[in-house]
C-alpha cells in the first residue's frame, strides 16, 4: 500500500504570508493527486485534483504543484478563513490514502 | 446540487453491528463510485471502502476488511456500509463520498457524516 507523509504537521503563519504544505508518496503516483481542506467543525472539501488542478470556485491564492512522489500545496497569501486542516489524498490505486494533515493558523 | 446524506450511526456495544446509509441526489448515482471515509474524534481522515458505479469492484482497508461491507442500491440512490464485530478503535464519524468517476479516483463531495460510538 501507498503511504502518505504529509509535512510540516502544523504550522503557524501570519496573514498575508506564503505558505507551503508538502505531500511525499512512497511509490510514485504520476499526478493521482488531490488537497483536501477541513476547517474546524466542519465537513473537509475538496480543493486540487490532478495534483494541480483547482476545483471551480476555489480561490486562487491557492496551487498545488508536484508529480511521481513529491507534491505541495501552496497559499500565496494566507487568510484568516483559511485556517484549516490541509490533507493530502493519494488515489493512484486502491486503497486510498490520505495523508497525516497539516493544521495551519494564524500568528 | 450534490446532496449526501447519511443516517444509522448511534451507539453500539463491542462485538455488535450497525448499518449506515447514505442517500443521494443531485447526480446520476450510478454513474459514480463512493465510498466511506473514517475520522476518529480529534484525528485525520482514513478511508474505510469504495465501490464502482456499477457495483462490481469493491475495495476495502485492511482494517475494517472481513467485518465491514459496503453496497450500493443504484434503483433507490443509497450506499451502505454494514459493519460488523465492531470495536472500540471503530468510532468515528462516518462520512458518505462521492468519487468524480465511475471507478476509483479522488472524493470531490462529502457528506456531513454519521458518529459511531462504539462502547460499553
Known amino acids: 500500500d501507498i503511504q502518505m507523509t504529509q509535512s510540516p504537521s502544523s504550522l503557524s503563519a501570519s496573514v498575508g504570508d506564503r505558505v507551503t504544505i508538502t505531500c511525499r508518496a512512497s511509490?510514485?503516483?504520476?499526478?493521482?493527486l488531490a488537497w483536501h481542506q477541513q476547517k474546524p467543525g466542519k465537513v473537509p472539501k475538496l480543493l486540487v485534483f490532478a495534483a494541480s488542478t483547482l476545483l471551480s470556485g476555489v480561490p486562487s491564492r491557492f496551487s498545488g504543484s508536484g508529480s511521481g512522489t513529491d507534491f505541495t500545496l501552496t497559499i500565496s497569501s494566507l487568510q484568516p478563513e483559511d485556517v484549516a486542516t490541509y490533507y493530502c489524498?493519494?488515489?493512484?490505486?486502491?486503497?486510498?490514502?490520505f495523508g497525516g494533515g497539516t493544521t495551519v493558523e494564524i500568528k | 446540487e450534490v446532496q449526501l446524506v447519511e443516517s444509522g450511526g448511534g451507539l453500539v456495544q463491542p462485538g455488535g453491528s450497525l448499518r449506515l446509509s447514505c442517500a443521494v441526489s443531485g447526480f446520476t448515482f450510478s454513474s459514480y463510485a463512493m465510498s466511506w471515509v473514517r475520522q476518529a474524534p480529534g484525528k485525520g481522515l482514513e478511508w474505510v471502502s469504495a465501490?464502482?458505479?456499477?457495483?462490481?469492484?469493491?475495495y476495502y482497508a485492511d482494517s475494517v476488511r472481513g467485518r465491514f461491507t459496503i453496497s450500493r442500491d443504484n434503483s433507490k440512490n443509497i450506499l451502505y456500509l454494514q459493519m460488523n464485530s465492531l470495536r472500540a478503535e471503530d468510532t468515528a464519524v462516518y462520512y458518505c463520498?462521492?468519487?468524480?468517476?465511475?471507478?476509483?479516483?479522488?472524493?470531490?463531495?462529502w457528506g456531513q457524516g454519521t458518529l459511531v460510538t462504539v462502547s460499553s
Open positions: 511509490q510514485d503516483i504520476a499526478n493521482y
Open positions: 489524498q493519494e488515489y493512484n490505486s486502491a486503497p486510498l490514502t
Open positions: 463520498a462521492k468519487q468524480r468517476g465511475t471507478t476509483v479516483t479522488t472524493i470531490d463531495y
Open positions: 465501490v464502482s458505479g456499477s457495483g462490481g469492484s469493491i
